[in-house]
C-alpha cells in the first residue's frame, strides 16, 4: 500500500523550520526604515550626483546651497536659475560644522544661515565635510548620533565616517 500526504511530524516539523527563520529575519525587515540622519545622507547624495550630471550635461558650474534656517538643501546654477531640486533636513538633524576645502564656514564659532559648494563644469565637487548630530538617537552615549560625512568630489557622493 502506497503512502499519501505527510505524516503529523514532518508537517511539524516544516512548521518549526519556517517559524524559525521568520523569527530571525522579520527583525531585519522591521528595521529597514533609516534613521534620519541616514535617510537625510541617502537625499543628499541624491541630490549632489544630480548637480554632478547637471553640471556636466550644461557644461554649467552648479551649486548646491544649504539653507540652515529654512532647514533645506537646494541645488542651484552657478547664474542663480534654482533648479526644481531640493531635500528637506529633518528637524533631528544639527549641522555642528561645516567645511569646505578644510575650512570652517562657521568661521570662530559664528553660525552662518547658508553655506554652498560648488560643482563644476566636468561634475567633481570641492572638498567637503559635514559634522552632523542626529538628535533622534537616543542614547546614554553623549558621542551617540554624532558622525562626519566627507563628500568624494569624483563621485559626488557623501559617505558616514
Known amino acids: 500500500m502506497k503512502k499519501q500526504g505527510f505524516t503529523i511530524i514532518e508537517l511539524a516539523i516544516v512548521i518549526f523550520i519556517a517559524g524559525l527563520l521568520l523569527t530571525i529575519g522579520m527583525p531585519r525587515f522591521g ?6 540622519g541616514e535617510q537625510f545622507v541617502i537625499n543628499l547624495n541624491a541630490l549632489t550626483q544630480e548637480g554632478a550630471r547637471a553640471a556636466q550635461y550644461l557644461s554649467k558650474v552648479q551649486k548646491i546651497i544649504f539653507d540652515f534656517m529654512a532647514h533645506k538643501v537646494e541645488l ?9 531640486k531640493f531635500v528637506t533636513m529633518p528637524d533631528a538633524i544639527e549641522i555642528k560644522d561645516f567645511l569646505i576645502n578644510q575650512k570652517s564656514q562657521f568661521g ?3 553660525r552662518k544661515d547658508t553655506a554652498y559648494f560648488l560643482v563644476n563644469s566636468q ?5 567637503v565635510k559635514i559634522a552632523l548630530a542626529d538628535h533622534s538617537i537616543k542614547s546614554l552615549d553623549s558621542n551617540a548620533g554624532s558622525y562626519d560625512i566627507i563628500l568624494n568630489p569624483i563621485t559626488a557622493k557623501f559617505n558616514v565616517v
Open 31 to 36: 528595521s529597514m526604515n533609516p534613521q534620519p
Open 76 to 84: 542651484w546654477d552657478i547664474d542663480g536659475k534654482r533648479a526644481k
Open 108 to 110: 570662530q564659532g559664528v
Open 123 to 127: 561634475g567633481v565637487t570641492q572638498d
